[in-house]
């Protein structure tokens, strides 16, 4: 799956996130929520919680962007 490695490695994320989704991709629910969405779906959502972080909006949750992205990085590792 290189094109979402390149993907993920353009992306510009704080690095307290980043460290946080790398620490949460070993766990199994991060395996679970990569295999169960489509990784489409997941870079969907991904985008949207960038931009609530980015606008400082109410409906953000630090929580479920580190659960995406923790996923996306399980799917970009061929995790099974």
Do not use: F
Not at 46 to 72: C, D, F, I, K, W
């Amino acid at each position: 799956m290189t094109d979402l490695t390149t993907h993920l490695s353009a992306m510009h994320r704080p690095g307290l996130l980043v460290k946080a989704a790398t620490l949460a991709c070993v766990t199994g629910d991060a395996h679970r929520r990569a295999k169960r969405r489509p990784v489409g779906k997941l870079l969907a959502e991904e985008e949207m919680l960038n931009a609530a972080r980015m606008g400082g909006g109410m409906g953000y949750s630090p929580t479920r962007h580190v659960q995406v992205m923790s996923a996306l990085i399980a799917a970009a590792r061929g995790v099974n």
